[in-house]
C-alpha cells in the first residue's frame, strides 16, 4: 500500500565526489561505467520493493540474514547510488558495489518473506514482493538458497565496452515517453455533482494478502468490495464516481492518487483488506487517513516538482516565491487532512451497525496514496484476510453489500453536511 520513493538527489559537489568515487571503484573492479546500468530509484511500499534502473540489467538475486535481520538482493550488471531509504517494512536501505554488481541491503523493520517477484519486461525495473512473518520462520528462511530473477529480454539500449568484439546488434524500438493510463470514465449524477474516486487496492502482478481461505487474493476482495461501493453510490443518485481500476491490472500508487486530483475528485476512497500473524485476535475494519508528519515532506516535496507552476484549488503557485508556495500547499493539505479525518469518522458511525471495527479502528500513516494536498482521502482496511470470519465475509455478496451500504451512507452524510457548512 504505502510506497516511499527515493531518487538519491544531492549537490554538485555531492555528485562530483560521488562520480570520483565511483571511477575508482570500477576501475579496481575491472569494470567500465558503461558496462552497468545504474540504480536510479527505490520505492518502497507496505509490501513490496521495486528497484528501477537507467537501463536493463543481467539479473539479480535475493536473499535474507538473520542477526540482525536483512534482506539483501544483488543485482548484476547494475551500480549502486548513494543514500538512504526507509518505508513499509524497511528500516534503512543501503548499497555498495560487489563483484560486478550492486548489492543494496534492505534492514527490515520487522520480519518478512519474499513471497514473489519479476523484472519488467524491459528490465529496467525488479519488484519483490514481501509478506510479514514472524522471527522463527524468518530465520528458517534465512537459511534458504537465494532466489534467483532473470530479466526476460537480454538486450540492453547501449553495447558493452569493448566495441563490436564477438558482438550481434540488435535493433532497438526508440525509447517511449511514458503515458499516463487512459482517464477513468465517471458514471452516476448529473456533472454538478461530488465526485467520489475508489481505488481497489493492490492489482495485476500486486496479489495483496492471501486469504486462509483457498488462498483468494486481496487484490479480487478489494476489487469486488469497490465494485460494491460503486454501484451502491450510483444507484444513491447523489454522487458522480470513478475507479482507478476495473480489472485486474497493476497501477502505481502514485498514480492512484493523481488520478484523484486529475478528475478534481471531492474525495478518494482506498479499499484493502488486512492481514496479521495472529488470525485468530486480528480481525475488524481500519481506516487510515495521513499522518501530520507526512504532510510537511509531501507538501515540500509537492511544490519543489511543481517548480511552483502547480495550481491547487484555483491559487497559481507559478505567481509566488517557492516559500509561499510551500505554505499554500501545507496549508491546503492541512485542511485536507482535517476532513479526511472527519470523513473518517464518519465513515466508522455509518458503517459500525454493519461491519465489525477494530478498537482503534482510526489510525494515520504517510501512505502515499492519502497524499494528495487539495483531495480528502481515506484508506478503508475492510478486515483481515487472515481471519476466517472476516475473510468469509470480504468474499461474500452480502459482505461486500454490508460494506457497501456503510460507505454509501457515510458519503451521503459527508456531502450533505459539507453543504450545510457552506
Known sequence: MTIFRWTGRHTRRQERTMGCALACLTAMLGLSPLDAA???????????????????????????????????????????????????????????????????????????????????????????????????AFARAANGR???????????????????????????????????????????????????????????????????????????????????????????????????????????LGERREIARRLKADLFISIHADSAPNSAEARGATIYTLSEVASDRV??????????????????????????????????????????SAFADLLQREMSPLVQFKSGYHRFAGLIVLKAPDVPSVLLETGYMSNIDDSKKLFSREGQKDIAVGVRRAVIAHFARRMASR
Do not use: C, W
Open 299 to 340: 507538501a515540500a516535496r509537492l511544490a519543489a516538482r511543481e517548480n511552483r507552476a502547480d495550481v491547487l484549488n484555483g491559487v497559481n503557485l507559478g505567481a509566488e516565491t517557492s516559500d509561499v508556495s510551500s505554505i499554500l500547499v501545507d496549508l491546503t493539505q492541512r485542511e485536507t487532512m482535517n476532513v479526511s
Open 38 to 136: 545504474t540504480i536510479r530509484s527505490v520505492d518502497l511500499g507496505d509490501n513490496a520493493i521495486t528497484l528501477r534502473f537507467d537501463d536493463a540489467v543481467e539479473g539479480a538475486s535475493a536473499f535474507l540474514l538473520d542477526g540482525p535481520q536483512r534482506l539483501a538482493v544483488d543485482v548484476r550488471g547494475a551500480t549502486p547510488m548513494a543514500g538512504a531509504a526507509s518505508g513499509g517494512m524497511v528500516a534503512q536501505t543501503r548499497m555498495a558495489s560487489r563483484n560486478g554488481a550492486a548489492r543494496v541491503v534492505f534492514d527490515l523493520a520487522t520480519p518478512a518473506l519474499v513471497t514473489g517477484g519479476a523484472f519488467a519486461a524491459d528490465g529496467r525495473s525488479l519488484t519483490l514482493l514481501l509478506s510479514p512473518t514472524d522471527a522463527r
Open 146 to 252: 537465494p532466489q534467483s530473477y532473470v530479466v526476460p529480454a537480454g538486450f540492453r539500449t547501449r553495447p558493452p565496452a569493448g566495441g563490436d568484439r564477438a558482438s550481434v546488434t540488435v535493433p532497438l524500438d526508440p525509447p517511449q515517453p511514458f503515458v499516463a493510463p487512459p482517464t477513468p470514465r465517471i458514471v452516476g449524477a448529473r456533472a454538478d455533482r461530488p465526485l467520489v474516486v475508489i481505488d481497489a487496492g493492490h492489482g495485476g502482478h500486486d496479489p495483496g494478502s492471501t486469504s486462509v481461505l483457498g488462498g483468494r487474493k486481496e487484490k479480487d476482495a478489494a476489487l469486488a468490495i469497490a465494485k460494491a461501493v460503486r454501484d451502491e453510490l450510483v444507484a444513491s443518485g447523489r454522487v458522480r464516481v470513478a475507479m482507478t481500476r476495473e480489472d485486474d491490472r497493476f497501477i502505481v
